[in-house]
């Protein structure tokens, strides 16, 4: 396997400020952009050529990776026109493959955190001569996810999309948005209009009586769609619980369960733990504690204020002894001193919350 398609054509509503400026791949994780991660694992795998499937905010992309050179891949970049869904999307990039029709291109979602084994998930649609194989992950609440049964042999017997009621969730296995597609099964999907590859594309090939292979691999997965999983994805990756050659280890960090980037100041008596990133330019004043957090470029927390399992947009600014626990800040966000903002609480790009002024969560 030399190819891969990279979905990443998202608006990232569900992570809104965060992506009003910033689509939702671009966004920093561990301190680079997600994607990142994803390019340097696909490498790692094998992976030389990725085409990349855009839409919002697309020059983004290209502007930040270039042709690939430096990552030591070769990138190509095709922007949709039109929303297309995810099939659509992946024919919709077709034209841009060199693979020949017998051989296996890897398509991967550009807001999932994964530690599958993709040279395994290759080599298993190899040996097993699928048209197309699933990496499937097992959860303790299938309902918010595809769900995909498999005979005993791994063949895939149905798709079933996000089951609310008891009796329909006939398995705990579900989709985990990392596929091995041979090449000429790309090549039928229909163009020129949206196709869902979970509602139409997987189903139709199940009905054409097409090979279609489920791989369960139990490995760190997680989805970044929301603002809680997204700080825990970034933390997940400084601490080591998935890993990354992206990300520095330990030793070679001056702090054991944080990532400081070159120009962030931190002072001698606050602390940063529990895999909080803290952005180049940032400022960690004194007596403050950030815990599990994204700190982005030039983002400034004042004495004495707790930050926990949040995000803070760039240039956006914390006053002193605010508290925010589980909240998103958007980029040039003004909170003033003594604020308190959990459990969800969002502050858009450039608002401004005079000192004293809330005590917010989302369940209020």
């Not at 769900?147 to 063949?155: I, K, Q, R, S, Y």
């Not at 929301?226 to 990354?244: E, Q």
């Not at 004043?285 to 994204?294: D, F, K």
């Not at 919350?353 to 969560?361: C, D, L, Q, Y």
């Amino acid at each position: 396997m030399t190819e891969a398609i990279l979905l990443v054509g998202g608006k990232g509503t569900r992570l809104r400020p965060l992506t009003v400026n910033t689509p939702k791949p671009m966004l920093p994780v561990a301190g680079v952009p997600f994607l990142t991660h994803q390019l340097v694992r696909a490498k790692d795998a094998g992976v030389h050529r990725v085409v990349f499937a855009t839409a919002y905010k697309a020059e983004v992309f290209e502007e930040y990776f270039g042709d690939g050179s430096d990552l030591g891949l070769e990138l190509v970049y095709v922007t949709e026109d039109v929303p297309l869904d995810t099939a659509g999307a992946i024919r919709n990039v077709a034209d841009k493959l060199t693979s020949a029709p017998d051989e296996p291109v890897l398509v991967f979602n550009g807001d999932i955190l994964s530690g599958v084994d993709i040279r395994a998930l290759v080599e298993a649609h190899r040996s097993r001569e699928a048209d197309v194989t699933l990496h499937l992950s097992r959860v303790t609440d299938p309902r918010p996810f595809g769900l995909v049964p498999t005979d005993a042999e791994g063949w895939v017997k149905a798709f079933l999309e996000k089951p609310q009621r008891p009796e329909d969730i006939v398995t705990d296995q579900i989709n985990a948005g990392c596929y091995v597609f041979q090449r000429r099964r790309i090549d039928e999907i229909p163009t020129g209009r949206r196709v869902s590859v979970e509602r139409e594309t997987f189903p139709g090939l199940l009905a054409s009586g097409a090979k279609v292979l489920g791989v369960v691999e139990q490995s760190y997965w997680l989805d970044l769609g929301t603002p809680t999983a997204f700080a825990k994805g970034s933390a997940d990756l400084v601490m080591g619980i998935v890993t990354s050659s992206a990300v520095p280890g330990p030793d070679e960090r001056e702090y054991e369960e944080a990532l400081v980037l070159a120009g962030a100041s931190i002072a001698p008596d606050a602390v940063v733990d529990a895999g909080t990133t803290v952005g180049s330019g940032a400022v960690v004043s004194a007596g403050a504690r950030v815990s599990a957090s994204v700190l982005d470029t030039g983002a400034i927390i004042g004495a004495g204020a707790r930050v926990t399992g949040s995000i803070v947009g760039r240039g956006a600014r914390v006053g002193a002894g605010t508290v925010l626990d589980g909240a998103v800040v958007g980029d040039g966000a003004v909170i003033g001193a003594d604020n308190e903002l959990l459990a969800g609480a969002r502050v858009w790009c450039g608002a401004v919350i005079p000192e004293k002024a809330v005590r917010f969560s989302s369940d209020e």
